[in-house]
């Protein structure tokens, strides 16, 4: 068995005293893991870092056996380790989709988004406000997109949708919240697109995507904890703010 495609580095770990194994997000294959033989040589450890775009080739002699790469760099992505704001946001992605993704199941459009999002990471102007785009299409992908389209309450489409029910994800305008606002997320209008938004807004829209990504895509993961990684840069985000 054998197949070639373009992915993306997730993660690497040692395996035996040369070799390393990695796990890449490819448009066809998913989440796919094998052995890079001599991947932990001076030579091929810089190569393997996290987000790096790499060229891959997979051979296994069965399909369900883990199998090895052959990988040739296309784009590195090294340069975040000095900037610690654009590797906190690399780190957040990798791991996400390592949390959430099946292995050797295709996510093409998912795959298509990121791999947009990465290339903008030297642009921190946008890159936040693109990544909590990124999270809203990572739960549409997993099957628990927002819907925001109309007030749930009142079934129709409002100008005033300001809140969202935390146990459905739909959106409410501020008529039909009436006395149950208290009870609701807040509705940030970046969510919604509604052009570019201040970060005290975006830092409310990863309050709402945090919420769902927590109590509503984790449970169905087996009640793991979401990945540090998010927290550690919603965190430094919100100093960043604080600081002005």
């Excluded at 080739?57 to 654009?86: C, N, Q, Y």
């Excluded at 079934?155 to 459905?168: H, M, Q, V, W």
Aim: glycine content about 10%.
């Amino acid at each position: 068995m054998d197949w070639r495609d373009q992915g993306i580095l997730l993660n690497s770990r040692r395996h035996g005293e040369s070799s390393v194994i990695i796990e890449v997000f490819t448009p066809e294959r998913g989440r796919h893991a094998g052995v890079v033989r001599g991947g932990a040589s001076r030579k091929m450890a810089p190569v393997l870092q996290p987000g790096a775009q790499l060229d891959l080739e997979w051979r296994a002699r069965l399909e369900d056996h883990i199998g090895t790469f052959r990988v040739e760099p296309l784009k590195s992505r090294a340069w975040t380790m000095g900037d610690r704001m654009a590797l906190a946001g690399l780190n957040a992605v990798c791991a996400l989709l390592l949390f959430v993704l099946p292995e050797r199941e295709a996510h093409a459009e998912l795959y298509r988004k990121t791999l947009i999002l990465l290339d903008i990471l030297d642009q921190p102007e946008i890159w936040t406000l693109a990544y909590l785009n990124w999270e809203m299409a990572l739960l549409e992908e997993m099957g628990f997109g927002l819907d925001l389209r109309r007030c749930a309450v009142l079934g129709e489409k409002a100008n005033d949708l300001s809140y969202i029910s935390p146990k459905t994800g739909r959106a409410v305008s501020r008529a039909g919240a009436g006395e149950w606002a208290n009870r609701l997320l807040p509705l940030p209008p970046c969510l919604m697109g509604h052009g570019p938004a201040p970060d005290a807004e975006i830092l409310q829209g990863f309050e709402v995507t945090g919420h769902f990504l927590n109590n509503h895509l984790a449970p169905q993961l087996g009640n793991r904890a979401l990945p540090e990684a998010r927290a550690r840069y919603v965190a430094r985000f919100a100093a960043e703010v604080a600081k002005g």
